[in-house]
C-alpha cells in the first residue's frame, strides 16, 4: 500500500475563462481526500480574457487554495512544465478547463494510489454534449476515431495496466489522468514541440509522456471507471470538416513524435523518401485502397472511418517533409515569464 498524503490538480488554460470558472467551482465542491491535503494550480497560457479575475473568485470558494501561474511561453507543455515546477504534492492530477469532475474525483484518485503502488491512474472521460450528436457518432463502431472528441470509456471493469502490457491497451488522455510528481521528473517533464504549440492543433503530450515512462521502467497504472470526469464537447466538433482537420493534425503529431510510435524501430536506419520512412508510402496505398472500397456504400460512418485514417498519413506526410523539430523537455522553459500567486490575494 502507498502512502499519498498530497495531491496537486493542474489546469491550463487559454481564454475559455467561462469553462474554466464552471471547472473550478465544481473542484472546489469535491469531496476531500481523507489525510490528504489537495492544491489547485492554474497555468494561463497567454490568455486576453478574465482568467486571472476567474481564479481569484474560485479560491475564495474554499475549501481548496487556488493558484495562479502565468506562462509567457506559447504551448501546453511549456504551461505543463511551469505548473509542475511550482507543485510539491506527491501526485499530480491532471484535467482540462472544460472539464467537469465527479464529487469524489479526488477521494478515488487517492483511494486508488494508496490501494496499490503504481505511477499513474486515470478513468473514464464522457460527455457534456453541446447539442444532441448525429446518432452514429455515438454507436461503438465510432468509438476508433474518437480522438477528436477527446473521450474515454474503456469499460466498467478496472484494468491494471504494466509493462507487459504497453502497446496492447489504449492509453489515457490528459483531461483525467493523475501521475505520480516524482515520476514525471524523472524523465523530464512534457515534450515541448508537442501540446498545442504555437495555437496549432499539435497535441500528443500525453501519448509521448506514456511511452518515456515506458522506456524507464516506470510504467504502471490503473483504469479506475469510477474516477470519472465530464467534458464539454462542442458542437462544432461533431462535424465531418473538424474531424479531417484534427486527423490531418493528429497526422503531423504522429510525425513529430515517430520515435515515441515506432518504438521497434530505428528511424535513422530506416530507408526513407523525401523525409518519409518508406515503408509508410506502402501504408498509404493499402489505406486508399479501403477508403476507395467504401465510395458509393450506404454505410457512411464506414467510408468516414476510413477518410480520416488516409487523411492522417497526409498530415503525417506533410510534417516529414519539413522535418521533425529536435525533442525537449524542461521543468521550466527558459523563456518563459511565470508569475505565482495565491489568488485570493490583492
Known sequence: MSRVTSLSVLICTYNRSALLEQTLETLQRA???????????????????????????????GPYP????????????????????????????????????????????VDNFRASDVVF????????????????????????IWGPLALIDYGDEPVSYDAASFGKKRLPVGANLAVRRQAIEQIGGWRTDLGRVDNTMIAGEDRELCVRLYRAGLYSGVYDPSVLVKHLVPATRMTRDYFRKWFFWHG???????????????????????????????????????????????????????????????????????????????????????????????
Open 121 to 144: 491512474v486515470f478513468g473514464k472521460v464522457l460527455p457534456r454534449w453541446e447539442a444532441p450528436p448525429p446518432p452514429e457518432m455515438v454507436t461503438l463502431q465510432a468509438r476508433d
Open 66 to 109: 487556488v493558484h495562479y501561474l502565468a506562462e509567457r511561453q506559447q504551448g501546453k507543455s511549456f504551461a505543463l512544465n511551469s505548473g509542475l515546477a511550482i507543485a510539491h504534492s506527491e501526485v499530480i492530477a491532471l484535467t482540462d478547463d472544460d472539464v467537469l469532475p465527479a464529487r469524489d474525483w479526488l477521494q478515488r484518485i
Open 252 to 346: 503531423r503529431t504522429l510525425a513529430r513524435m515517430a520515435d515515441a510510435v515506432y518504438l521497434d524501430l530505428d528511424l535513422t536506419k530506416v530507408p526513407s523518401v523525401a523525409g518519409v520512412p518508406r515503408f509508410l508510402y506502402r501504408e498509404f496505398f493499402q489505406q486508399f485502397g479501403r477508403w476507395l472500397r467504401r465510395v458509393g456504400r450506404a454505410d457512411s460512418l464506414a467510408l468516414l472511418i476510413e477518410e480520416v485514417r488516409l487523411i492522417e498519413y497526409l498530415g503525417f506526410f506533410v510534417e516529414a517533409r519539413r522535418g521533425r523539430p529536435v525533442a525537449r523537455t524542461e521543468t521550466v522553459p527558459p523563456q518563459a515569464t511565470v508569475v505565482l500567486e495565491q489568488a485570493g490575494d490583492k
Open 31 to 61: 469531496y476531500p481526500p481523507d489525510r490528504c491535503t489537495v492544491e489547485v494550480i492554474v497555468v494561463d497560457n497567454n490568455s486576453s480574457d478574465d482568467t486571472r479575475e476567474v481564479v481569484r473568485r474560485a479560491a475564495a470558494l
